[in-house]
C-alpha cells in the first residue's frame, strides 16, 4: 500500500470497523435472548464462551465460541479483499474491541476465541498449529487458562518460523502479520492476569470445575 492521505483514511477505517465489529459482546445478548440474565453476573463475570458455559447451555457456548471467533476472521477477511496491511489492523481491531467494548464499559471478553479466529483468517496454518497446542495443552494439564496462554504465547513464535514458508503454494513473509500475532498475545496475557496470578497459586479451576464467583 502506497501512503497518501486516503490511505491513511483507509488504515483508520479498517482499525475502527474492526473495533466495532469485535466490540459485539454475543455471550451477553445470546444469553439474554435465552432468558438467563446477565452473564456478567454468573461465574467469572466474563461476556465469553467459557462463563457462557457455567450456565449450564453447552449450545449458547458453542454459538459464543464460533461468534466471538467469526468477528475476528470476518474483519480481517473483508478488509483483506482491500489490502493485506488493513486485514492486519482489522484484525487488531477486532481484538481490541472485543476487549474493551465501548458499549460495556470497556470491560469486555478474554479475547481467546476471538485471538484464534483472528489468526485462522490471517495465516491459517498458525491459527490451526494454535488451535492444536490448545487442545493439547487442555487435554494434557485441564487449565483452560493455560492452555489459552500458551496458545497465543506460540502464535509470533509460529509467525515467524513459517514466514518464507511455502504452504500449500501459499507464502507468508511480511512483518505485519507477525506482529499482529504478537499484539494478540500481548492482549491475551494482559486479560488474563488473574488467571495466571491463580495459576501460580495453585487454585485455578480446571475444566470442567465450577468457579467461585469471589474469584478474580
Not at 103 to 127: E, R, S
Not at 175 to 197: C, K, M, Q, S
Request: with cysteine; glycine share 14%.
Amino acid at each position: 500500500m502506497s501512503f497518501d492521505a486516503s490511505s491513511v483514511w483507509a488504515l483508520v477505517a479498517a482499525a475502527v470497523l474492526g473495533y466495532l465489529l469485535g466490540s459485539i459482546p454475543f455471550g451477553l445478548v445470546l444469553t439474554r435472548a435465552a432468558g438467563l440474565g446477565d452473564i456478567r453476573s454468573i461465574g467469572s463475570g466474563n461476556i465469553g464462551a467459557t462463563n457462557v458455559l457455567r450456565t449450564g447451555h453447552k449450545g449458547l457456548a458453542l454459538a459464543t465460541l464460533l461468534l466471538d471467533g467469526g468477528k475476528g476472521a470476518i474483519a480481517v477477511l473483508v478488509a483483506g479483499l482491500f489490502d493485506p496491511l488493513l486485514a492486519v489492523l482489522a484484525g487488531g481491531g477486532a481484538m481490541l474491541g472485543h476487549l474493551f467494548p465501548v458499549w460495556l464499559g470497556f470491560k469486555g471478553g478474554k479475547g481467546v476465541a476471538t485471538a484464534l479466529g483472528t489468526l485462522l483468517a490471517i495465516m491459517w496454518p498458525v491459527g490451526v498449529l494454535c488451535c492444536l497446542v490448545w487442545l493439547v495443552m487442555a487435554f494434557l494439564f485441564r487449565y483452560s487458562s493455560l492452555a489459552s496462554l500458551t496458545a497465543t504465547a506460540a502464535a509470533p513464535v509460529l509467525a515467524w518460523a513459517l514466514s518464507g514458508v511455502p504452504v500449500f503454494g501459499t507464502v507468508w513473509t511480511d512483518l505485519p502479520r507477525a506482529a499482529l500475532a504478537l499484539f494478540i498475545a500481548v492482549l491475551v496475557f494482559i486479560r488474563h492476569d488473574g488467571n495466571i496470578r491463580r495459576l501460580l497459586r495453585g487454585d485455578e479451576p480446571k475444566i470442567g470445575q465450577k468457579k467461585k464467583a469471589a474469584a478474580g
